[in-house]
């Protein structure tokens, strides 16, 4: 079978069809793999990541997929999230001693950027996403709800819409509250603060990007399969009205049994002849999907200016401080004290305002914020400095934007989707990616007449929402979930957790989590 597209959609289905049996032969048009989600070398020889990337503790696939492919002890996961405001007060969220969902109450109530107005406005909000599980009645409206619009309704007040809800959305999301479809929003909330007390916890490559995926090629080329990376598609072979095959540069064609496309929509609706999407209604919506900007700057300062892994500023253009120097220390978490310098890459979600902006002008705003935000950095030369904008980084979670994602599985004989606009029912992440790609691989399968399954579960829900939902004798009959209950009850350390900073804790993924071989 074939793969085209070697981003984490396309690697996800490959390495799972490889694993199950198929022969693999995996099409990527640039010379690495990883697609949106990827590191290169700069002309001037500096590594850098296309954007800092981070996963969260909900994200059972990607952790899943980074496992499969030996690369669960390249990220580090940390229990605490800072937060800075420009007049210098500090907030952090971190699990305290009482279980879900109040594990994060002792943080929030001590949380400084936020009144007392303005936490009881939010608390009504998450009440409401409690009671409902996630599934507040006004998600279901026709052609849905904006998540600003589902805010207002719940009389959430300017500040805690400003310095907490779009906060946290932004970067989860990657689009303003007002062109988020509220289903979005409210799932960060259920699946990452609310249901289970690890939901949050942020996990950050210790590596650069591109090194997560060198167990990809080997896995699929170690089952007789190959990768073959410069190798761009360039259109699709019809026999009949049938696919056929697929074309590359130089008049090469390949053919297989079945193929699955792990592009992003655009490259798809392309390549996708008009008879195919005359034929399957899904697959003539692919260019109503609008996308969103990412923005990541680049500092190299001559000397440490921050102690932090990584910090969220509040009222800013920056969002994010990931401090790379210590994220790429040694493996214990500790930053290389050898190194005289710092490199931080800042990041800017949904920074529309910035696409027409000249680059210096973007360094000379986002320096001015990272000088006020740490005070180190005042004194501190600016070696370099680079910025690399993505205008089309995710698609944008508008309201009603479900409705435009094909299945995997097209009406195509033989053809089969992947990536993370397809329907996942996540929005465009890692995590989203992977799922799609399981998920072609599942229907690949099921087509097959060979059906395996590869998605895993959500993290199951602990503390009183386990009791709540009912589910609490099912549950802790799992050693899993009894391990990570009595955690949260009586406030321990989890094994393998290690101190990075006098507040930071960081832990390697643990082995054996959730994981399902195939087949078994
Ligand atoms: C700046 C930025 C920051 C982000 N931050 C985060 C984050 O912190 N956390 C998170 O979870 N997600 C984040 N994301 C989103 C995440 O990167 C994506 O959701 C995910 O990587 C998408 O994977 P994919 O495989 O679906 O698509 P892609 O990564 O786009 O993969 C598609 C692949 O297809 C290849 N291709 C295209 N056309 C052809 C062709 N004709 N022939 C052969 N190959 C082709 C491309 O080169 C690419 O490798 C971020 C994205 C960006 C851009």
Redesign the pocket.
């Known amino acids: 079978m074939i793969v085209?597209?070697?981003?984490?959609?396309?690697?996800a289905a490959g390495v799972a069809l490889a694993e199950s049996g198929w022969r693999v032969r995996l099409?990527?048009?640039?010379p690495f793999?990883?697609?949106?989600?990827?590191s290169y070398v700069l002309p001037d020889g500096e590594h850098v990541d296309?954007?800092?990337?981070?996963?969260l503790g909900c994200?059972t696939n990607?952790e899943d997929f980074y496992r499969r492919i030996g690369a669960a002890g390249k990220i580090k996961f940390f229990d605490r999230l800072l937060f800075l405001d420009p007049q210098g007060r500090r907030g952090k969220m971190q699990a305290g001693f009482l279980p879900a969902p109040f594990h994060l109450t002792g943080s929030f109530a001590a949380f400084a950027p936020l009144s007392l107005l303005d936490k009881l406005s939010i608390a009504r909000a998450m009440l409401d996403i409690l009671q409902t599980q996630g599934n507040p009645a006004d998600l279901q409206e026709k052609g849905g709800i904006s998540m600003l619009e589902w805010l207002r309704r719940r009389g959430q007040t300017k500040r805690a819409i400003e310095r907490f809800w779009r906060v946290v959305l932004v970067s989860a999301l990657?689009e303003e509250l007002d062109r988020t479809d509220a289903r979005f929003g409210v799932d960060v909330f259920w699946k990452v603060f609310l249901s289970n007390s690890t939901g949050y916890r942020m996990g950050v490559p210790a590596v650069p990007l591109a090194n997560l995926y060198d167990g990809c090629k080997s896995e699929i080329e170690r089952r007789g399969g190959e990768v073959v990376l410069r190798?761009?598609?360039?259109g699709l072979k019809m026999e009949s009205g049938e696919l056929a095959g697929i074309r590359l540069d130089e008049g090469r064609e390949e053919t297989a049994d079945a193929y699955v496309f792990?592009?992003?929509h655009a490259?798809l609706a392309e390549?996708l002849p008009q008879s195919m999407k005359q034929s399957d209604p899904a697959l003539s919506n692919l260019e109503k999907i609008k996308v969103a900007p990412?923005t990541?700057v680049h500092f190299w300062f001559d000397r440490p200016v921050m102690k932090e892994p990584f910090v969220t500023l509040l009222d800013t253009t920056t969002q994010w401080i990931f401090n790379k120097t210590a994220l790429y220390g040694d493996s214990n978490g500790q930053a290389n004290t050898a190194l005289t310098g710092q490199y931080l890459q800042l990041?800017i979600?949904a920074s529309y305002d910035l696409l027409q902006k000249p680059r210096q002008e973007i360094i000379d705003l986002c320096l001015e914020e990272v000088r006020k935000a740490l005070p180190a950095a005042r004194n501190a030369e600016l070696v370099k400095a680079t910025v690399?904008k993505?205008a089309a980084?995710?698609f944008s979670p508008e309201p009603g934007v479900d409705r435009w994602r094909p299945r995997q599985q097209t009406s195509i004989p033989r053809l089969f989707l992947?990536?993370?606009?397809t329907d996942t029912g996540w929005p465009?992440?890692?995590?989203?990616?992977v799922r799609?790609?399981y998920l072609a691989a599942e229907a690949l399968l099921r087509s097959d007449g060979t059906p395996l399954k590869f998605l895993q579960p959500d993290l199951p829900p602990d503390g009183f929402i386990a009791m709540w939902l009912g589910k609490h004798t099912a549950l802790v009959d799992s050693p899993d979930v009894r391990r990570q209950s009595t955690r949260a009850l009586i406030g321990l350390r989890k094994n393998g957790e290690k101190s990075l900073d006098s507040e930071t804790y960081v832990r390697e993924p643990r082995k054996g989590d959730r994981l399902r071989r195939f087949g078994s």
């Not at 099409?27 to 640039?30: A, I, K, L, S, V």
């Not at 992947?418 to 606009?421: L, N, R, Y």
């Open positions: 085209i597209g070697g981003g984490l959609a396309g690697l099409f990527e048009q640039r793999l990883g697609g949106r989600a990827t296309n954007c800092q990337h981070v996963t994200c990607l990657d190798a761009p598609v360039r792990a592009v992003p490259v390549l990412i990541g990041v979600s690399i993505e980084a995710t992947a990536g993370d606009w465009a992440t890692m995590e989203g990616a799609s790609g």
